[in-house]
């Protein structure tokens, strides 16, 4: 299993330096997912290092990526779909403003997530074990929606619309070779975008505002 220091070396190789709190939650999440992966299905990563490279430096970019977003100083957050804690986990030992709610029906993925969120010891982050449509009303609206893979990025649109405050944020994480859509959904404008390098291509961000935060 690996160590925080082990953590820190390969993410220094991928280009990104962690602060000793980060690398030993890392160290924590990747030890817990190298133990339940195959049991419960949760990422075809080879090992702790491919989990790494190609699963968890999305989560440190797309801290980079929400920090320059116009988002409230504590924002209501939640992660449709958390399944194996992705993108939510890593990205709260980076980026922490708020409350975050990982969401997710299926009982083992939870139990997963909240024993990689025990060891973890993030602050404000939770796992709510109920489909995203039965979310109480308590817990909205949202001022930021994000799914790794929750469903086709028009349909997660039209999905999460209800859930959003006047002005929240749809992030979309995309694999596809494209800065942005060409074209968006009625009610929805551009707010951001950011790519990244991975592998011998390229991922992107999209942050997609409703209307009533008109660009």
Do not use: I
């Not at 290092?49 to 209501?76: M, Q, Y």
């Not at 709510?128 to 469903?151: H, I």
């Not at 944020?169 to 959904?185: E, I, S, Y």
């Amino acid at each position: 299993m690996p160590s925080p220091g082990e953590v820190a070396s390969l993410a220094g190789d991928l280009g990104r330096e962690l602060a000793a709190p980060q690398a030993a939650a890392l160290a924590a999440y990747l030890t817990v997912l190298v133990q339940w992966k195959d049991s419960v299905n949760l990422v075809s990563a080879r090992d702790w290092r491919d989990a790494l490279a190609n699963l968890v430096a999305d989560s440190w970019h797309l801290a980079d990526f929400l920090a320059g977003l116009p988002l409230p100083e504590a924002p209501r957050c939640l992660d449709l779909g958390a399944g194996a804690g992705l993108p939510g986990l890593p990205l709260r030992a980076f980026w922490t403003p708020g409350r975050y709610l990982l969401v997710e029906p299926r009982r083992k993925r939870v139990a997963f997530m909240r024993t990689a969120l025990g060891r973890m010891a993030l602050a404000r982050t939770e796992v709510r074990a109920c489909r995203a449509e039965e979310l109480p009303a308590a817990e909205l609206p949202a001022d930021l929606v994000l799914s790794r893979a929750f469903m086709p990025w028009r349909e997660l649109l039209a999905f999460v619309r209800p859930m959003l405050a006047p002005g929240g944020l749809c992030v979309v994480m995309a694999n596809q070779d494209a800065p942005a859509p060409a074209q968006l959904p009625p009610g929805f404008c551009l707010a951001g975008r950011a790519r990244y390098p991975s592998g011998a291509g390229w991922r992107y961000f999209w942050a997609l505002s409703s209307a009533s935060m008109s660009m």
